[in-house]
């Protein structure tokens, strides 16, 4: 469903602050899979997620979707094969609008525009049901608007739109990051609720080494622009979090970003 080839990224090439992002990457998930990304600030996480959704592109190397090489496409040209969450709950909504203008929105993404993209009887029933699945009362306030909900509601709002048209690949950049405890675990439960229902294929950063344990079927640590490690699902199941740890000081050499992968 996705395949990553000899992709290279390095910032400012040629100055005093050149840094190499991306290290000829070669990463490959099946359909269905759900890759989780850990790794310390600079790894290369973010780079890798947003070469995939097209807000960057590779010095060298391609990248695949579903049998498409969609390296030279930009962000927008990408948008019916990928649905993204971001870190910031604001981001992936907006405000001024109500839940079922939102949710209508997101439910057209990668169709031609026109009379569709209003929000008829059919797709009201379809988002109440939708929304019943989030267990968060707002199947009844559709009319609400989005600006008004906690940013848990938004997040797990922004969640479920994301795959409204059924991408080939989901991508989650740290989409708990910003939220309490007591929200993050609620939106990381609907992950991989969400996940595995629609069997999407799956694309998660996060510092949080639990919550890359505890989701997914396969998991990858980064370093330096480079995968340094990848577990299947077996070996995952096997893993603690100073497990983790301990591969990465293996790699590391010292305890210096120990707290950013927790």
């Given at each position: 469903?996705?395949?990553?080839?000899?992709v290279?990224?390095?910032?400012?090439?040629?100055?005093?602050?050149?840094?190499?992002?991306?290290?000829?990457?070669?990463?490959?998930?099946?359909?269905?899979?759900?890759?989780?990304?850990?790794?310390?600030?600079?790894?290369?996480?973010?780079?890798?997620?947003?070469?995939?959704?097209?807000?960057?592109?590779?010095d060298?190397?391609?990248?695949?979707?579903?049998?498409?090489?969609?390296?030279?496409?930009?962000?927008?040209?990408?948008?019916?094969?990928?649905?993204?969450?971001?870190?910031?709950?604001?981001?992936?909504?907006?405000?001024?609008?109500?839940?079922?203008?939102?949710?209508?929105?997101?439910?057209?993404?990668?169709?031609?525009?026109?009379?569709?993209?209003?929000?008829?009887?059919?797709?009201?029933?379809?988002?109440?049901?939708?929304?019943?699945?989030?267990?968060?009362g707002?199947?009844?306030r559709?009319?609400?608007?989005?600006?008004?909900?906690?940013?848990?509601q938004?997040?797990?709002?922004?969640?479920?739109?994301?795959?409204?048209?059924?991408?080939?690949i989901?991508?989650?950049?740290?989409?708990?990051?910003a939220?309490?405890?007591?929200?993050?675990?609620?939106?990381?439960?609907?992950?991989?609720?969400?996940?595995?229902?629609?069997?999407?294929?799956?694309?998660?950063?996060?510092?949080?080494?639990?919550?890359?344990?505890?989701?997914?079927?396969?998991?990858?640590?980064?370093?330096?622009?480079?995968?340094?490690?990848?577990?299947?699902?077996?070996?995952?199941?096997?893993?603690?979090?100073?497990?983790?740890?301990?591969?990465?000081?293996?790699?590391?050499?010292?305890?210096?970003?120990?707290?950013?992968?927790?």
């Amino acid at each position: 469903m996705l395949k990553i080839q000899n992709v290279q990224k390095t910032f400012f090439a040629g100055t005093v602050n050149e840094r190499i992002a991306l290290a000829n990457i070669d990463l490959e998930l099946a359909a269905g899979e759900f890759l989780t990304v850990i790794g310390s600030n600079g790894a290369g996480k973010s780079t890798l997620l947003n070469m995939v959704s097209g807000k960057l592109r590779p010095d060298t190397g391609s990248i695949v979707i579903d049998g498409r090489d969609v390296t030279r496409l930009q962000d927008h040209q990408r948008a019916r094969y990928i649905g993204r969450v971001f870190q910031d709950p604001m981001a992936g909504s907006a405000p001024q609008l109500s839940i079922e203008q939102n949710m209508s929105i997101a439910y057209e993404r990668g169709k031609a525009r026109g009379l569709g993209w209003g929000v008829t009887a059919k797709k009201r029933q379809l988002f109440q049901e939708e929304l019943k699945s989030l267990e968060l009362g707002l199947e009844g306030r559709l009319k609400s608007k989005v600006g008004l909900l906690s940013g848990g509601q938004r997040q797990a709002l922004s969640l479920l739109m994301a795959t409204f048209s059924e991408p080939k690949i989901l991508l989650l950049d740290e989409h708990t990051a910003a939220l309490d405890p007591q929200r993050a675990a609620l939106v990381s439960r609907l992950t991989g609720e969400i996940v595995q229902r629609h069997r999407l294929t799956t694309l998660m950063v996060t510092h949080n080494m639990q919550q890359a344990l505890d989701l997914g079927t396969r998991l990858i640590m980064m370093h330096e622009g480079r995968i340094i490690l990848d577990l299947d699902s077996t070996q995952k199941a096997e893993m603690t979090v100073p497990d983790l740890l301990h591969e990465f000081e293996k790699i590391k050499g010292s305890l210096d970003d120990r707290t950013l992968l927790q």
